[in-house]
């Protein structure tokens, strides 16, 4: 996870959580909030609120437990008008420090390939310098949950059947171009 991608950061320090679980709870400032709906076409995040517990993984590594909740105004993709919402996102993932060992023999296949099992936890994501970016964490998740194509509560699509009848009724009253072959032909062998 790179922190220049991303529009907020706020930075812990990994080796912080040895053998305790730590609480905490970010909530980013307006300019930040500004910068995030910016960066991800949301009209306006009234409330951005992430309560993590930061747990011990294995020798050097961290775990996040816990939850962001946001208050956003977006646009309708229907009617285009602006609507809120809200999300509430559990978030449980784990970060470990870049490992400068290289794969062990088992992991590969005959092929020398590394075989991912889908059904598999996912593995750990990477501490950079010692550094976790809960921002970056925070941002990535939010966007992966946002509606691709939000749609204002009680808004329908409407698909415009009636054009499509019209449209059948006027192709059944021409007449085919192999209706007029026909008759050529059938002129032809009089």
């Not at 809200?86 to 075989?115: A, M, W």
């Given at each position: 996870?790179?922190?220049?991608?991303?529009?907020?950061s706020y930075a812990?320090?990994?080796?912080?959580?040895?053998?305790?679980?730590?609480?905490?709870?970010?909530?980013?400032?307006?300019?930040?909030?500004?910068?995030?709906?910016?960066?991800?076409?949301?009209?306006?995040?009234?409330?951005?609120?992430?309560?993590?517990?930061?747990?011990?993984?294995?020798?050097?590594g961290m775990r996040?437990?816990?939850?962001?909740?946001?208050?956003?105004?977006?646009?309708?993709?229907?009617?285009?008008?602006?609507?809120?919402?809200?999300?509430?996102?559990?978030?449980?993932?784990?970060?470990?420090?870049?490992?400068?060992?290289?794969?062990?023999?088992?992991?590969?296949?005959?092929?020398?390939?590394?075989?991912?099992?889908?059904?598999?936890?996912?593995?750990?994501?990477?501490?950079?310098?010692?550094?976790?970016?809960?921002?970056?964490?925070?941002?990535?998740?939010?966007?992966?949950?946002?509606?691709?194509?939000p749609r204002k509560?009680?808004?329908?699509?409407?698909?415009?059947?009636?054009?499509?009848?019209?449209?059948?009724?006027?192709?059944?009253?021409?007449?085919?171009?192999?209706?007029?072959?026909?008759?050529?032909?059938?002129?032809?062998?009089?």
């Amino acid at each position: 996870m790179a922190t220049e991608t991303f529009p907020y950061s706020y930075a812990v320090n990994a080796n912080r959580v040895v053998d305790k679980d730590e609480a905490l709870v970010i909530e980013p400032d307006a300019e930040s909030l500004r910068a995030i709906a910016s960066s991800y076409d949301i009209l306006d995040i009234r409330g951005l609120k992430a309560e993590f517990t930061l747990k011990p993984y294995r020798k050097e590594g961290m775990r996040v437990v816990g939850s962001i909740d946001a208050e956003l105004s977006q646009t309708c993709c229907v009617s285009l008008e602006a609507f809120d919402s809200s999300l509430s996102i559990k978030v449980d993932r784990t970060f470990e420090p870049v490992s400068s060992k290289p794969r062990r023999i088992r992991d590969l296949n005959d092929e020398g390939e590394i075989e991912i099992d889908l059904e598999s936890l996912d593995p750990p994501d990477v501490i950079i310098d010692g550094v976790l970016d809960l921002g970056a964490l925070i941002c990535e998740e939010l966007a992966l949950a946002l509606d691709t194509f939000p749609r204002k509560p009680g808004v329908e699509f409407e698909r415009g059947d009636e054009l499509e009848e019209t449209a059948q009724e006027e192709t059944e009253k021409k007449p085919s171009p192999f209706a007029a072959l026909e008759t050529l032909k059938s002129h032809k062998e009089d």
